[in-house]
């Protein structure tokens, strides 16, 4: 089977994954209109492209917290990965290694943080953590990531509850018996009660508040990236809070149904943050051409949650390096289309601005 594009990899994982696999994957909340508007919002934005301008030589690298990766697009948290394959998020983190891009590990990885940085040990990853009711089991887990070299935590803080996902629930959900959370064995399998999704309920804190990115940051010494902020006024309270990054990200729309697409509220967070922190973004990449205008309109790099899980589907390790390298390819050459050589000269002036 030849594999042309990223939809090719959803049509594979359709066919092929579990139906409740295959739900709780594609899941957004409620009616998903935003999960659906985060890729229908790409295709209402229209590039301005420059011409004559030698692109024979084009360079997709840049830097994300000082670190160099191969092309702006990295790998967004998404749980569960042995759902898809059976080396679940090990795959991932070797894929991700051989392509030098970021991995961003999730909390809800069915393999443990040490698997999956022995895995690959030169691989760039970042680890993201959600806060506990329990705040020994949020510390502990930072300082494992911290000796595992993981290098920044990535908070999220859109799902104080989680977002009513109807497939979710009318397939009952949850994590086979023979699949854990691993990072928490031992300490979620043990307890007792109702469970989300094979989880505890209740195990993450809602009353999570501003008061707890001090917190953090009083107990680790790595960076901290806010996932999950869609407004401006979000955005300011980030930088005041002294965070080193922003990721523009509506949880794929598996949260808040009725929120704004991603890519339609990352010019004002850029405007706000005004290049004091990294601003990054993630929701509804599909094409080159989406990374591109991501990046005119300010994004320094890009992630993806979905597609991985399809090239899991498809090959494991083989099928998400297939996806991530489809991707570098389209961007290439979108880029080269466009009359940039490098991704310093992606900015605005590509964007077609009367259209958004
Ligand atoms: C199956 C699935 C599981 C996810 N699990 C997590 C998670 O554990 N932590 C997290 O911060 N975000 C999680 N997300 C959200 C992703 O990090 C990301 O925001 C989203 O998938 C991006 O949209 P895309 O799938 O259209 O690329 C998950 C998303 C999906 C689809
Ligand atoms: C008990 C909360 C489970 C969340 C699982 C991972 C996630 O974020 C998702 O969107 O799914």
Redesign the pocket.
Known sequence: MSMICLTDFEEYAKEHLSKATWDYYAAGADECCTRDDNLLAYKRIRLRPRILRDVSVSDTRTTILGTEISFPVGIAPT?FHCLAWHEGEMATSRAAEALNTCYIT?T?STCSVEEIASAAPSGYRWFQLYLYRDRKLSEQIVHRVETLGYKALVLTVD?PY?GKRRDDIRNQFKLPPHLKVKNFDGVFQETAGPE??G?PAN??DPSISWKDVCWLQSITRLPIIIKGILTKEDAELAVEHGVQGIIVSN?GG?QLDGGPATIDCLSEIVDTVQGRVEVYMDGGIRTGSDVLKALALGAKCVFIGRPVVWGLAYKGEDGVREVLQILNDEFRLSMALSGCRNVSEINRNLIQMSKL
């Open positions: 749980a999730s809800y799902v989680t989300e999704y989880i195990t993450l949880h598996r």
